[in-house]
């Protein structure tokens, strides 16, 4: 089966990561325990099983124990599970290459979280989505930006120790962690209402404060209070006293 070759291929790969193969909607066959063979549709990806509706009932099968009922869509398949392979030898490989040899990388669920450093663990997580579908360079930028985090220790978060790891280990310095369209539309509706030049407040750090916008930054306002400048996400920010200034210029 596909599943099973494809864990053969890498230490790193679990029988979970035949996951790729599958997609919902595709028509799959699966032997039951009392060695009979039935035919259903896949309804949901849970992590280590998919949920097939077969007529009336619903059955939990381990991706490995799947077959497609198309054969050309198993060999449509198929080079996700190269890809796979692929990106877990090169992760391997950058692990060792930087120390990480007593470290273990694991291919997880999470579609907005591009990687994850558990450092209690000495566990590396990439999302096995992210992986599969997206351009090998963000892929590998991914595993340095995550190999960086071990290295840097899980209190240097994104700041300047972990940047500076992060430089030199070639990974763009900064969160990689994509926006999801229900947080930029957010984000977006509350920018739509300032302006620079309003008067704005804010809490942070449990006081409040009150200020100018000076510069709107495309995720930040920042705002001028007294002599101490912050950079305030636009959905924390309330308006204070407007002065009608007309229409924004063009």
Partial sequence: MHGQSLCAQADSLRPEDAQVFFEVGDEVRFRTPDGGTLTGTVEKLNPKRARVRCGASVWTVPYTGLQHVCASTATDRKPRATRLNAVAAQARDLMDRHGLDEWTLRFNTARKKLGECRAQQKLILLSRSHAVNDPPAQVTDTILHEIAHALAGPSARHGPAWKAIAHQLGATPKSCAPEGREARDRREAAKA??????????????????????????????????????????????????????????
Avoid: E, Q
Wanted: charged content about 25%; glycine content about 8%; some cysteine.
């Fill in 193 to 250: 209402k300032f302006r620079a030049g309003d008067a704005v407040s804010f809490i942070t750090r449990g006081a409040l404060h009150t200020g100018t916008i000076v510069r709107m930054n495309p995720k930040r306002a920042k705002v001028k209070c007294g002599d101490v400048a912050w950079s305030v996400p636009y959905p924390k920010l309330n308006a204070a006293t407007r002065v009608d200034r007309g229409p924004p210029k063009s």
